[in-house]
């Protein structure tokens, strides 16, 4: 099988790196759309510093900080049309994978004319507006894949623009921004790289070089883990220092170069209904699944599942199951309506035919069965 590795994506990393490298926007464009959340870059510093930076090299902006956790296809064109209005010619997104995806999409967006229909098709011309991203949680690596993943009400699930359009232009990670993350979010986001990690690792598409990444990825974030079940203990809101959040941010960073190399497999297939219809997290749905699949695959792929775990000192898939079962706490209910109708729409995702173990339906049903068990 012939691997590719792609990474276009210039990446920044340090203290103060937006403000220090403020040149980098003139390469860019003349006026930018800062695509952003409600509140979380105003409080943590990073949208003030973005505003700083421009306005030291001249460059106008108007920011659009409508977008919400999941972003819909509304929300997407909206930004599009303002971002057309008002003559901008780059984007710059800060947040978490929300404003993140939605960037891309306006970036696509606002360069052509693409009918709703035809939003997830792949056929787009060879125009995008440059973007610049900012990430402000550790976990989906949006900032370095080719994936924008919007809710799509027609199809009742979460579905993925995936061109290599769609790779920003350059990203800034300064791990300042992520400091008052809450520790439940910290845990969800964390869980989230650690499944693109691993995921990664049980992808057909899988190489020696994506690989490498994955286990340096799952190393540093499973390092952070001591840390994060004595925060659950202590009932603290922040605890992490700037060294793990440093960890935390470059090891989703790397789980996202893995998976834009491999995409992702099957738990988060299965994960996009639980958020889908049951508003989970998307990190705390893949946690919630994670487990099970690594134990499915165990039992097909001994050395293949014995990487992985090795990866985590673990030495088999129980062990990781008991991990997750404490970093995620109380679980909610499913129905056996609920994991049918959930079966049959990740049986039919482009995820499930990407994974090296394939589940049946059934073991999809038995799988998601399993996840919810208190
Ligand atoms: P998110 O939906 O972007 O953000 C969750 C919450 O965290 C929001 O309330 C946000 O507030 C807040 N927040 C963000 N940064 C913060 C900070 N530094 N301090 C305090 N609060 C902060 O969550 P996410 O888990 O990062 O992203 C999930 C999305 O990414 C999903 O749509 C998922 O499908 C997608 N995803 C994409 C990829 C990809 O490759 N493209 C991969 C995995 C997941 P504000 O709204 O005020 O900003
Ligand atoms: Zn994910």
Redesign the pocket.
Do not use: F
């Given at each position: 099988m012939t691997n590719k590795f792609y990474m276009p994506t210039r990446v920044i990393i340090g203290d103060d790196c937006i403000t220090k490298n403020s040149e980098l926007f003139i390469f860019l464009g003349k006026k930018a759309l800062i695509v952003?959340?409600?509140?979380?870059?105003?409080?943590?510093g990073?949208e003030k510093d973005v505003k700083t930076a421009l306005e030291s090299v001249g460059i106008n902006y108007l920011v659009f900080?409508k977008?919400?956790?999941?972003?819909t296809i509304a929300c997407v064109y909206e930004g599009a049309t303002l971002a057309k209005e008002n003559g901008v010619d780059f984007i710059i997104a800060?947040?978490?994978?929300?404003?993140?995806?939605a960037g891309?999409a306006i970036a696509l967006l606002a360069a052509q004319d693409i009918e709703e229909e035809n939003l997830f098709s792949g056929n787009y011309e060879k125009k995008v507006l440059p973007m610049a991203f900012v990430?402000?949680?550790a976990?989906?690596?949006?900032e370095v894949?080719?994936?924008?993943?919007?809710?799509n009400d027609k199809a009742q699930t979460?579905t993925?623009i995936a061109s290599d359009l769609l790779f920003p232009t350059v990203t800034f990670l300064d791990a300042k921004?992520?400091?008052?993350?809450?520790v439940t979010?910290t845990i969800?986001?964390a869980i989230?790289a650690l499944s693109?990690a691993v995921e990664g690792m049980l992808s057909v598409r899988a190489s020696n070089v994506s690989d490498a990444l994955a286990v340096a990825s799952i190393r540093m974030i499973m390092n952070c883990v001591p840390d994060m079940l004595q925060a659950l203990l202590a009932g603290s809101e922040v605890v992490f220092n700037l060294k793990q959040r440093e960890q935390l941010l470059q090891a989703s960073l790397m789980a996202?170069m893995v998976?834009?190399q491999t995409g992702?497999t099957v738990v988060?297939a299965m994960g996009?209904s639980l958020?889908y219809f049951k508003n989970i997290?998307?990190?705390r749905a893949n946690g919630l699944l994670l487990g099970e699949y690594l134990k499915l695959v165990e039992n097909v792929q001994p050395d293949l599942a014995g990487s992985i775990l090795a990866a985590m000192n673990f030495s088999e898939a129980d062990q990781f199951g008991e991990l997750m079962n404490k970093l995620l706490g109380d679980k909610e209910e499913i129905s056996s309506e609920e994991i049918k109708r959930y079966s049959k729409i990740a049986i039919q995702t482009k995820n499930i035919a990407n994974s090296v173990v394939k589940p049946t339906e059934e073991e999809l049903r038995t799988m998601y069965a399993l996840s919810f068990v208190k």
């Open positions: 952003t959340g409600a509140q979380s870059a105003k409080r943590n990073s900080d977008v919400m956790s999941n972003p800060i947040g978490g994978g929300s404003p993140m995806d891309k990430p402000t949680t976990g989906t690596g949006s894949t080719q994936y924008s993943i919007l809710t979460k993925s921004y992520t400091e008052q993350l809450a979010t969800n986001t989230d693109h996202g998976i834009a992702t988060h996009y958020t997290d998307h990190g």
